[in-house]
């Protein structure tokens, strides 16, 4: 699983039908903080997230075992919305 923050959708007229009616939102991958990453996803919104969202995303045959996802052709879904992050250790 993967930190991301919803920065955009995608709207697409022409694609797979079983897509028909899923969210696609654009993914930054960020770190625990919050702070920006390098890669960019496309991914299914199982969860009602919406754009500035910090979520969870997962990825490959995980990401196809949501009930918004069966069978789909995809391979990142969000599957949570991050409310806290509360870290009892640090690593040195």
Not at 32 to 61: R, T, W
Not at 66 to 88: G, H, L, S, Y
Request: some cysteine; proline content about 2%; overall charge neutral.
């Amino acid at each position: 699983m993967i930190f991301a923050k919803v920065i955009g959708t995608i709207v697409s007229s022409q694609k797979d039908e079983s897509l028909n009616g899923k969210k696609l939102l654009l993914c930054k991958e960020v770190d625990y903080k919050g702070n920006p990453l390098k890669s960019y996803h496309i991914a299914v919104d199982a969860v009602q997230a919406g754009e500035g969202s910090f979520v969870l995303l997962s990825f490959g045959s995980s990401a196809r075992m949501t009930e918004a996802t069966k069978n789909a052709p995809i391979d990142a879904v969000i599957i949570a919305i991050i409310d806290d992050i509360q870290i009892t250790q640090t690593l040195k």
